[in-house]
């Protein structure tokens, strides 16, 4: 089911998003207001080395005002297919490149005001790649076992959203 948009108006447009405010008409006939985050998507990988090795980036988030423990990710270009999304972020952001790629489905991350749809992947069969973070990424490539990534799921020490559904999403097939 969707609501009819009365009226839609851009509010802001930055390098990454835009927010747009619409108008909608409710069933009742009142009108509410809603501002949208729109988002071209997104990928993240758990990238897992033939060690069982899980990689990670601690990355400096401004606003949360926090370094954290995440799953390489980053935003699809223009036409970019999300495959080929994760390929470049993997080696941007950990220097690696996967031979093997799991598809491990897609989820929204803020439904509640934003369309930004981000599609999971697990990397395995990891190689050294050469790539090269964007201006504005402060981070740092970590690798740690399996056991203890769990571990930091179950004990709320990784806060990241994209990363405790992407490790669900993965579960599955390490336990394989």
């Known amino acids: 089911m969707s609501l009819p948009v009365q009226r839609s108006q851009v ?18 006939g009142r009108v509410t207001v809603w501002d949208i985050v729109e988002h071209p998507g997104a990928v993240t990988m758990v990238p897992v080395d033939a060690e069982g090795q899980v990689w990670f980036v601690r990355q400096y988030r401004h606003a ?4 954290l423990l995440e799953f390489p990710a980053g935003t699809l270009e223009p036409d970019e297919e999300p495959l080929a999304c994760a390929q470049r972020e ?20 803020a439904p509640g ?24 990424e402060i981070l740092r490539p970590e690798r740690y076992p ?17 990363t405790l559904a992407a490790w669900l999403l993965a579960k599955p097939h390490l336990t394989k």
């Open 90 to 109: 993997l080696a941007e952001e950990i220097g690696r490149a996967a031979a093997r790629w799991t598809q491990l489905g897609a989820f929204y991350l």
């Open 146 to 162: 399996l056991a203890q990534v769990d571990e930091w799921m179950r004990t709320g020490r990784i806060r990241d959203a994209k």
């Open 64 to 67: 949360v005002g926090e370094t």
């Open 11 to 28: 509010v802001f447009e930055g390098r990454v998003f835009r927010v747009r405010r619409d108008w909608v008409a409710r069933a009742d």
């Open 113 to 136: 005001y934003s369309s930004e749809r981000m599609v999971a992947f697990l990397a395995r069969d990891l190689s050294p790649a050469t790539g090269h973070l964007d201006a504005d």
